[in-house]
């Protein structure tokens, strides 16, 4: 069994306004993969291009799964859907 608890990244880098958990970075440093109870908002610096972030606080029936469309100098997170 493998268990990550991830890093605890600050709400004012994360670009949210509670911290975050970051399990993956790729090779720059860059994050890859991580969770919290919002969305990092636009124009964030820090993640990488394709990363995926996992909000823990939505309603049940929506989604929680985005990835990042924009680059690691300015994020810009969207929904990932099944459409």
Known sequence: VLKLTGKT?????A????PILAFLYDADGYIMY?????????????Y???????DTNV????TGLYVNVGT???CNF???TDA
């Open 78 to 80: 969207d929904a990932v």
């Open 59 to 62: 309603a049940t029936g929506t």
């Open 48 to 54: 990488a291009k394709g990363a995926l972030h996992v």
């Open 72 to 74: 690691t100098a300015s």
């Open 9 to 13: 990244v600050a709400a004012t880098t």
């Open 34 to 46: 991580s969770t919290g109870l919002e969305v990092p908002t636009d124009a964030t610096a820090g």
């Open 15 to 18: 670009g949210t306004t509670n």
